[in-house]
Nanobody
Framework: QVQLVESGGGLVQAGGSLRLSCTASGLRFSNYVMGWFRQAPGKERDIVSGISWSDERIYYADSVKGRFTISRDNAKNTVYLQMNSLEPEDTAVYYC????????????????????WGQGTQVTVSS
């Protein structure tokens, strides 16, 4: 049974930082492209960042470029999202997601491309 478990969300003031983690189980992590999405109240779920299995390809949404950093540790089955200079507009539930792409240095940018999803972690940025 595949599970993705996010952690690290919370309440932070504008300008602050948080580090999200997503640990996977039940799959061979290095065969999977990983992504972070977020959904604010009343809005659609949007891509934040994606990373290929080998870190060769990384994607960031324009809204987070220069502030967020995605990384992964295949030995720990974990993908991270370091979020700096947080803004109230970053407030959302953050989800990690995985899609099977063995040996391919590519990222997936669309929600429909991902197969496994975590339960989400709330990030709230106060002004």
């Amino acid at each position: 049974q595949v599970q993705l478990v996010e952690s690290g969300g919370g309440l932070v003031q504008a300008g602050g930082s948080l580090r999200l983690s997503c640990t996977a189980s039940g799959l061979r992590f290095s065969n999977y492209v990983m992504g972070w999405f977020r959904q604010a109240p009343g809005k659609e779920r949007d891509i934040v960042s994606g990373i290929s299995w080998s870190d060769e390809r990384i994607y960031y949404a324009d809204s987070v470029k220069g502030r967020f950093t995605i990384s992964r540790d295949n030995a720990k089955n974990t993908v991270y999202l370091q979020m700096n200079s947080l803004e109230p507009e970053d407030t959302a539930v953050y989800y990690c997601a995985a899609v099977f792409r063995p040996g391919r240095p590519q990222v997936a940018k669309k929600e429909s491309e991902y197969y496994y999803w975590g339960q989400g972690t709330q990030v709230t940025v106060s002004s």
